[in-house]
T-cell receptor, first 114, second 114 residues
Framework: KAGVTQTPRYLIKTRGQQVTLSCSPISGHRSVSWYQQTPGQGLQFLFEYFSETQRNKGNFPGRFSGRQFSNSRSEMNVSTLELGDSALYLC?????????????FGQGTRLTVV | AQSVAQPEDQVNVAEGNPLTVKCTYSVSGNPYLFWYVQYPNRGLQFLLKYITGDNLVKGSYGFEAEFNKSQTSFHLKKPSALVSDSALYFCAVRDMRKANNLFFGTGTRLTVIP
């Protein structure tokens, strides 16, 4: 069974640009969550989608947005990039949204904003 | 409020010795606790979880974790450390305030010395 696939693996963007990251969950998983990982802030929750609906959103500005398609694939978009958006962006998928269900992570997309 | 704390940023252990990576938690209600490992430039890999039942949980790669309700701890352990265990370890708890998403600790870097 293929794992969570994130594309691209690496990105370099200029301040003010926008970027779209993609995540393909494990087959059969309908929940997709996004996290931002930085050395200073650690792992922070961005948002979660289940059956094409955003269930919850973390404390990030509106420049960060996402969506989920009918095949459960998800994209996140960051507009008007800032230097501080440089981070590893991780996507995780779960079969369900229960408390006892583990999440499986992709390898991440390393975004560098210059 | 849900939270986890990893009091040690860095743990060093000699190869072949037992290892412990500490985690304490604070939750409202029953705790749903997880351990993940992250190797350089990779995503997070699920190791094990505690939902209910036995206080000693066995997971992947020979790791286990001991749940202690009175001490609100969920320490990760392994009887004999390998050099290949060197990585960043994260403890996490399901956050009921955020639609059950994972709230991560700050991480502990484990170095196994040959």
């Amino acid at each position: 069974k293929a794992g969570v696939t994130q594309t691209p693996r690496y990105l370099i963007k200029t301040r003010g640009q926008q970027v779209t990251l993609s995540c393909s969950p494990i087959s059969g998983h309908r929940s997709v969550s996004w996290y931002q990982q930085t050395p200073g802030q650690g792992l922070q929750f961005l948002f979660e989608y289940f059956s094409e609906t955003q269930r919850n959103k973390g404390n990030f500005p509106g420049r960060f947005s996402g969506r989920q398609f009918s095949n459960s694939r998800s994209e996140m978009n960051v507009s008007t990039l800032e230097l501080g958006d440089s981070a590893l962006y991780l996507c995780a998928s779960s079969q369900k949204t229960d408390m006892n269900t583990e999440a499986f992570f992709g390898q991440g997309t390393r975004l560098t904003v210059v | 409020a849900q939270s986890v704390a990893q009091p040690e940023d860095q743990v060093n252990v000699a190869e072949g010795n037992p290892l412990t990576v500490k985690c304490t938690y604070s939750v409202s209600g029953n705790p749903y606790l997880f351990w993940y490992v992250q190797y350089p430039n990779r995503g997070l890999q699920f190791l094990l979880k505690y939902i209910t039942g036995d206080n000693l949980v066995k997971g992947s790669y020979g790791f286990e974790a001991e749940f202690n309700k009175s001490q609100t701890s969920f320490h990760l352990k392994k009887p004999s450390a390998l050099v290949s265990d060197s990585a960043l370890y994260f403890c996490a708890v399901r956050d009921m305030r955020k639609a059950n998403n994972l709230f991560f600790g700050t991480g502990t870097r484990l170095t196994v010395i040959p």
